[in-house]
């Protein structure tokens, strides 16, 4: 069965420090997402990539950058983590591009105080 | 921003009962319309999705109608349960990634 997976359910970060979220997909998907889900605003898209080592902002790339050195894995950083980045982010990765078909993890809340 | 307009932000109904939920765009050039199911703790899941080339689509109780016109298109839930208590999100895709909207949660009541 595909299988997107976060490595946190939950983490708890203190404003300022570096914050990695990972993401592993065991489909061979080309194509990968970083999405944060915010009540009232839905899903707002940060990064993707369509390939190892590519990247391209989404909509809402400040603060934050990612990495991807191998196909299956993708990383979000948070530089210095600030309150408003408090959120649940959501992984998500996909055969075909431009959005078709989007297999999701199941989500990492991040809190920082 | 091009945007993706969702209503309503949250639906009760009875079991039995239809659910519909509205979704909005606004450039003709979307050219992909699909539904995300999303379960509390785990992630969005694809419903049913629909191209601009027809007006409506049906898998099971779950039924898209695409108004290109109108720049609409909906979700309907025929006879709802209570497992389809979820929130659920419209998203459109403009020739690059999907734009969502901002969701509905949708409660089903025994």
């Known amino acids: 069965d595909v299988k997107v997976t976060q490595s946190s359910r939950y983490l708890v970060k203190r404003t300022g420090e570096k914050v990695f979220l990972e993401c592993v997909q065991d489909?061979?998907?080309?194509?990968m997402f970083w999405y944060r889900q915010d009540p009232g605003l839905g899903l707002r898209l940060i990064y993707f990539s369509y390939d190892v080592k590519m990247k391209e902002k989404g909509d809402i790339p400040e603060g934050y950058s990612v990495s991807r050195e191998k196909k299956e894995r993708f990383s979000l950083i948070l530089e210095s983590a600030s309150t408003n980045q408090t959120s649940m982010y959501l992984c998500?990765?996909?055969?075909?591009?431009?959005?078709?078909?989007?297999?999701f993890g199941s989500g990492t809340q991040l809190s920082v105080l | 921003q091009q945007q993706v307009k969702q209503s309503p932000q949250s639906l009760i109904v009875q079991k039995g009962g239809i659910s519909i939920i509205n979704c909005a765009y606004e450039?003709?050039?979307?050219?992909?319309f699909p539904w995300y199911q999303q379960f509390p703790g785990k992630g969005p899941a694809l419903l049913i999705a629909i191209r601009p080339d027809v007006s409506e689509k049906k898998e099971g109780r779950f039924t898209i109608s695409f108004n290109k016109s109108a720049k609409q298109f909906s979700l309907h839930i025929m006879d709802s349960q209570p497992g389809d208590s979820a929130t659920y999100f419209c998203a459109a895709r403009p020739r690059g990634n999907l734009i969502f909207g901002k969701g509905t949660k949708l409660s089903v009541k025994p």
């Open positions: 998500a990765s996909s055969l075909q591009g431009f959005g078709e078909k989007l297999f």
């Open positions: 450039n003709t050039a979307f050219d992909y």
């Open positions: 489909m061979d998907h080309e194509n």
